[in-house]
């Protein structure tokens, strides 16, 4: 079980980094618009610098035709690092170019998937991640968790060593149910994360404790008990 951030904003993958137990960044262009007009490569250059190598960066191309989608493939191999997961719509076009630089040792992300077949074929295609989007197909009457768990029985019976990349999430029940389905990897919004972990009961819970404390102690911290 692994979480990613879905995020392009520097300071909240810095801060909730140091938090949660992230293995890696994604992100997409419509990610990439709010946070306006950036220096594109200078920034995921950035990202990289605080995420570090043992985490990876999947970074999403433009271009919807294979022989576009390989030049900017390697745009982005060659001005933010080779290590960078090209993330690909998993259209025919974006099937093609997805076997063209795994044939070359690139690793791949197939996203935009709302359908089995959509999966399956980037798992034949020899993807390292595919992202099935659990709200957007939640929102289209597919049922994500029947997805989800067809491509974890897949890939299992294959042998395949692709990763489903659960994604597009409103709540973080859908994080769990994506889980539970099948899913090996989410990548969640930071925002999300700290909103469930913000909620009421868990602030009461700890301020129970402290005042049960002082009603055993008073002042007294763990620093004066040694003696």
Known sequence: ??????SANLEA????SQCFPITGVTSNPSIIKAEG??????HFKAIREVIGFDKTLHIQVLAETCEEILKEAEL?????????FIKIPTTEEGLKAMRALKDKGVGVTATAIYSK????MAIAAGADYIAPYFNRMENLDIDPRDVIAAFAEM????????KILAASFKNVAQVNDAFLAG??????????????FSMAAIKKAVDDFSRDWKDTFGGISFADLVK
């Open 13 to 16: 993958i810095r801060t909730y």
């Open 117 to 120: 077949i959509q999966g399956f």
């Open 76 to 84: 982005i191999l060659q001005h933010v690092d080779d290590k960078v």
């Open 155 to 162: 890939i299992a019976r294959t042998g395949s060593h692709t």
């Open 183 to 196: 899913a090996h990897t989410a990548t969640v919004q930071p925002s999300l994360l700290h909103d469930a």
């Open 37 to 42: 007009k950036i220096d594109f490569y200078k």
């Open 1 to 6: 079980m692994e979480f990613l951030f879905d």
